[in-house]
């Protein structure tokens, strides 16, 4: 059996629910908002934004939630305000029946790209 390799995160998200559909391009749209120099890209077949170089965010449509993974560290950093959410060592799962927290999502966003930032300064040291 052949699978389809999705080329770009307009053709993932129109793969899902219309209502998936919805969550998925706000997530996408508060991610390019509070990152709009991020590389968007399908990577691990789901949408992954790149910034300096280094991982910044991913996200992923499921049946019953939103999967957002803010790796290595977004998860620590937020656990209080993530702390009503089933979460995983790197993930975050957003139910898609309830409406998604788009400030949280944009102040996750933003702590990565300042991480990203950090980063790539001390390299540039090395």
Do not use: C
């Not at 950093?77 to 139910?95: D, N, R």
């Not at 930032?117 to 390299?123: G, P, S, T, W």
């Amino acid at each position: 059996m052949q699978t389809i390799k999705i080329k770009n995160v307009d053709e993932y998200i129109s793969s899902f629910p219309q209502k998936t559909q919805q969550l998925l391009k706000q997530m996408r749209k508060t991610i390019k908002t509070a990152a709009p120099k991020a590389v968007e890209s399908i990577s691990y077949g789901m949408s992954a934004y790149k910034y300096l170089g280094r991982p910044l965010v991913y996200f992923a449509g499921y049946e019953n939630h939103i999967g957002f993974y803010a790796t290595p560290t977004g998860n620590d950093m937020f656990k209080k305000e993530l702390a009503v959410y089933k979460t995983g060592k790197g993930s975050i799962q957003f139910p898609v029946d309830k409406p998604l927290p788009l400030a949280l999502i944009t102040k996750i966003v933003k702590y990565r790209l300042m991480e990203n930032e950090e980063n790539a300064i001390v390299k540039k040291k090395k």
